[in-house]
């Protein structure tokens, strides 16, 4: 199976703040990942396809890029709405593997 | 639209069975692969299992293989998760979810809780 490492597990910011999340797969798994954003009591939403493509209708401060087996989520300015808890997803293969959560707390 | 609706949750006891149903409305169930992805109690996000569009091929997660099954009704729009031999572990919140490039669409979810 493929493993999807991400980082960090939680991470506190402030609004404004420019905000980094790694996922690392453990295989070649080409473009084949997804972003998603889960907000309590709610359904993951996808942000991002193929690794760098944006959902449609996502706000475009939401970014994705991958460089071999690293696949990064960047918020460019982190919003209020935007405080929620993220899951990378390898689709290269299966098993179909999450990442563990990165949880986006206030600062 | 698009929209999947999960229903069938509920509360079972160890070894029983359990069927959960996903209505699809908005696009064409047929056209698509979809998928199960479960999440336990507070925990992260985990894939179940896919059907492809005509149901001659799927796939499992090796912690419900020869337990679940998978299965579509493409005339009626409905996708299905027949869960038998429930442990406690397959407590959870099940999602139904379209697949395109990756996972796409999801449900609102439902709950299963395996208790005695």
């Known amino acids: ?107 | 639209e698009v929209q999947l609706v999960e229903s069938g949750g509920g509360l079972i006891q160890p070894g029983g069975s359990l069927r959960l149903s996903c209505a699809a409305s908005g696009f064409t169930l047929s056209s698509y692969w979809m998928h199960w992805v479960r999440q336990d109690p507070g925990k992260g996000l985990v894939w179940v299992s896919r059907i492809d569009t005509d149901e001659s091929s799927t796939n499992y997660a090796d912690s419900v293989k020869g337990r679940f099954t998978i299965s579509r009704d493409n005339a009626k729009n409905t996708l299905y998760l027949q869960m038998n031999s429930l442990r406690a572990e397959d407590s959870a919140v099940y999602y139904c979810v379209r697949g395109y490039i990756g996972l796409d669409v999801w449900g609102q979810g439902t709950t299963v809780t395996v208790s005695s």
Request: charged share 15%; with cysteine.
């Open chain 1, 1 to 107: 199976d493929i493993q999807m490492t991400q980082s960090p597990s939680s991470l506190s910011a402030s609004v404004g703040d420019r905000v980094t999340i790694t996922c690392r797969a453990s295989q070649v798994i080409r473009n084949d990942l997804g972003w998603y954003q889960q907000k309590p009591g709610k359904a993951p939403k996808r942000l991002i396809y193929a690794a760098s493509s944006l959902q449609s209708g996502v706000p475009s401060r939401f970014s994705g890029s991958a460089s071999g087996t690293e696949f990064t989520l960047t918020i460019s300015s982190l919003q209020p709405e935007d405080f929620a808890t993220y899951y990378c997803l390898q689709h290269s293969s299966y098993p179909w593997t999450f990442g563990q959560g990165t949880k986006v707390e206030i600062k």
